[in-house]
C-alpha cells in the first residue's frame, strides 16, 4: 500500500530529513528514493512504498519522488560477454591439460600460504587499529566534546556507535551482549555516541539529533548525554533526556 508525502524539512548537505503524511512523520534518507537526478527540496511530494519502524519512530525504506526522473542505469554487458566467451570453445589438447593440471596443483599447495597470509595481515591490521585507538585522545568531559563537534562538526574518534559498542565488547569479552550495565570507557576503551535522538517528547527545537554519552564515572552509561545537531547546535542534559541547557563556544 502506497502513501504520499510532503518533504517538511531537508538538509542536502547530510542528506537526509523528514516527510509527514497523514499526520505521520517519517525519517527519509536519501538512499530509499534510488538514483534520482536531482536533490529533493522542501515542499517536494514523496510516494512512500514500505516504512519500517525503529526505536526512534518511522523510517521510509522506499520511496519515489514525485516528478523526478531516475537516473538510467548501464546495461549490463556481462550477459552478452558471456555468450561472446562460450560461442567459441577451441578443441582440448595435451597442452591444455596440462596447464590445467598445473594450475590445480598450484592451488592445492599454495592454498594454506595464501590463508595464513590473510590471517597474518588481519591480525597485524588490527592490532594497529587497537593501538592506535588507545594513544589517541580519549575525549570524555562534557567541555570538551562538545568543543570538538563545534570545531569538527562530528564526534572524536575514541566514539562508536551503540551496535558498534555491542560487537567490540563481544569481541573483546567473548561474551554475548545482554545490557549496557558495564562502563565502556574502562571496560572497552571507547565512550558510545552518534545514534539519532528522536525528540519524542519535543523539548528541543525541530532538527535531526544525535546523542553522545558524556562524563562516564560509574559502573554504567549514567545519564549524561550531548544531544546535538549541526552547526554548533549542542545542548547537555544530566537527568537522561528530562531536561536541557544549550552549551555556548
Known amino acids: 500500500m502506497t502513501t504520499k508525502a510532503s ?3 531537508w538538509n542536502s548537505e547530510k542528506a537526509y530529513g523528514f516527510v509527514s503524511a497523514d499526520g505521520i512523520r517519517y525519517f527519509l534518507h536519501v538512499s530509499a528514493l534510488g538514483p534520482i537526478s536531482r536533490s529533493p527540496h522542501t515542499g517536494d511530494s514523496v510516494i512512500i512504498y514500505s516504512v519500517k519502524k525503529t526505536e526512534k519512530g518511522f ?20 550477459s552478452q560477454k558471456s555468450v561472446n566467451i562460450h560461442s567459441y570453445r577451441p578443441k582440448k589438447s595435451f597442452r591444455n591439460f596440462m596447464f590445467t593440471l598445473c594450475m590445480i596443483l598450484a592451488v592445492i599447495f599454495g592454498i594454506k600460504n595464501i590463508i595464513d597470509n590473510i590471517g597474518v595481515s588481519f591480525s597485524s591490521g588490527f592490532s594497529k587499529y587497537t593501538a592506535n585507538t588507545s594513544k589517541a585522545q580519549q575525549y570524555t568531559s562534557k567541555d570538551e566534546v562538545a568543543k570538538f563537534i563545534c570545531d569538527h562538526g562530528y564526534l572524536p574518534p575514541n566514539y562508536v556507535s551503540k ?6 565488547y563481544e569481541s573483546k569479552t567473548g561474551k554475548s551482549f545482554r ?4 562502563n565502556p570507557l574502562t571496560t572497552l576503551g571507547v565512550m ?16 535531526y539529533y544525535q546523542e553522545a554519552d558524556v562524563d562516564y564515572f560509574g ?14 547546535n549542542i545542548y ?14
Open 7 to 9: 518533504i517538511i524539512q
Open 59 to 78: 523510517r521510509v525504506e522506499k520511496g519515489l519522488l514525485e516528478g523526478v526522473p531516475l537516473i538510467p542505469q548501464k546495461k549490463n554487458l556481462q
Open 163 to 168: 551496535e558498534e559498542g555491542k560487537q567490540l
Open 179 to 182: 545490557k549496557w550495565n558495564f
Open 192 to 207: 558510545i555516541g552518534g545514534d539519532s535522538f528522536s525528540n519524542r517528547e519535543g523539548l528541543l527545537p525541530q532538527d
Open 219 to 232: 559502573e554504567n552509561r549514567g545519564t549524561k548525554r550531548l544531544v546535538y545537531s549541526s552547526n554548533c
Open 236 to 249: 547537555y542534559t544530566s537527568d537522561h533526556y528530562k531536561s536541557f541547557t544549550r552549551l555556548s563556544f
